[in-house]
Nanobody
Framework: QLQMVESGGGLVQAGGSLRLSCAAS????????MGWFRQAPGKEREFVAA????????YYDDSVKGRFTMSRDNAKNTVWLQMSSLKPEDTAVYFC????????????????????????WGQGTQVTVSS
């Protein structure tokens, strides 16, 4: 089992930056793909980014590509989401999640975008971008 705690959210002006952290505890952190999702008020939870277990491959939603960067440090059991050029539409609660999908899955890029493929979730951190 894996437990995750997100931090780093807050209020920022449009065009600014924030760095979210997700610290994981439990067994076998390297057995999991890690993902970030977000949920705005009245909207469904949506995929933001994901990272592979060990080779550093990353996957992004088109809405954040070029602005957000996801990274991980397996020695620290931590993932980060560096967010730049923030827009008011980025306002949401951001969730860290862990997926035990197999790396050999040929459809991994598509599957990581599906929140149903994630086994563990953090409690979320609020990001608010003012215009």
């Amino acid at each position: 089992q894996l437990q995750m705690v997100e931090s780093g959210g807050g209020l920022v002006q449009a065009g600014g930056s924030l760095r979210l952290s997700c610290a994981a505890s439990g067994r076998s952190f390297t057995s999991y793909f890690m993902g970030w999702f977000r949920q705005a008020p009245g909207k469904e939870r949506e995929f933001v980014a994901a990272i592979s277990k060990s080779d550093g491959s990353t996957y992004y939603d088109d809405s954040v590509k070029g602005r957000f960067t996801m990274s991980r440090d397996n020695a620290k059991n931590t993932v980060w989401l560096q967010m730049s050029s923030l827009k008011p539409e980025d306002t949401a609660v951001y969730f860290c999640a862990a997926s035990g999908l197999s790396s050999s899955n040929h459809a991994i890029a598509a599957m990581l975008r599906d929140l149903r493929e994630y086994d563990y979730w953090g409690q979320g951190t609020q990001v608010t971008v003012s215009s």
